[in-house]
């Protein structure tokens, strides 16, 4: 499964812009709807457009492996 970082990486451009950022504001500068972005952050297993990636990516000012991870099923289902 792949899981989406963004409530890390969000915390990261907080801490080093000294603010806080809502969703709101990313969903604003990315075009991406804020529902969108909820489901990214909240629902396992979410599937989203590289489209979306690419947007996060450039707001965030990162690669995409700073923005998703690979989880492997097994370890989803032992917890």
């Known amino acids: ?6 409530r890390e990486i969000l ?3 907080e801490f080093a812009e ?7 504001e990313v969903a604003d500068a990315t075009g991406i709807h804020r529902m969108t972005l909820s489901k ?3 629902h396992r297993g979410y599937n989203t457009g590289t489209d979306n990636l690419d947007r996060l990516c450039a707001y ?5 492996g700073e923005l998703i991870e690979y989880v492997p099923m097994e370890e989803i ?3």
């Open 18 to 24: 000294g603010r806080r950022i809502t969703i709101g």
């Open 40 to 42: 990214m952050i909240n």
């Open 1 to 6: 499964m792949i899981r989406f970082k963004i």
């Open 11 to 13: 915390a990261r451009k």
């Open 60 to 64: 965030f000012e990162c690669e995409v």
């Open 77 to 79: 289902q032992t917890k």
